[in-house]
């Protein structure tokens, strides 16, 4: 959680940008790292953007533990993916 890093009052781009300095895949519920147009995605350790409702926590667990389980670093990394119950979307972001 951004809050959990002082990143709470923070931007999408700066929480993005911490996320690469840190070299952490991010994890959000937020649509807005899903749209190029507000926040352009480049090279990164991966961005995964849960598409879940409600929002509750027992949702989202649903949702996210499986994926994890199957996904590895190096196979996100300059992706986006969408996750949601009904699957999963991967986007290339960067080739590099």
Do not use: Y
């Given at each position: 959680m951004a809050q959990?890093?002082?990143q709470d009052r923070s931007s999408d781009e700066e929480?993005?940008?911490f996320a690469q300095k840190?070299?952490?895949i991010l994890i959000t519920l937020d649509e807005h790292f899903g749209n190029w147009v507000i926040l352009p995605l480049n090279r990164h350790c991966g961005v995964v953007r849960l598409k879940v409702h409600p929002t509750?926590?027992?949702k989202i667990l649903e949702v996210?533990?499986?994926f994890i389980?199957?996904?590895t670093d190096?196979?996100?990394r300059n992706h986006l993916v969408?996750?949601?119950k009904r699957g999963e979307r991967w986007i290339l972001t960067s080739e590099g």
């Amino acid at each position: 959680m951004a809050q959990n890093v002082g990143q709470d009052r923070s931007s999408d781009e700066e929480i993005m940008e911490f996320a690469q300095k840190e070299a952490r895949i991010l994890i959000t519920l937020d649509e807005h790292f899903g749209n190029w147009v507000i926040l352009p995605l480049n090279r990164h350790c991966g961005v995964v953007r849960l598409k879940v409702h409600p929002t509750t926590s027992p949702k989202i667990l649903e949702v996210l533990i499986p994926f994890i389980e199957k996904v590895t670093d190096s196979g996100i990394r300059n992706h986006l993916v969408i996750v949601s119950k009904r699957g999963e979307r991967w986007i290339l972001t960067s080739e590099g």
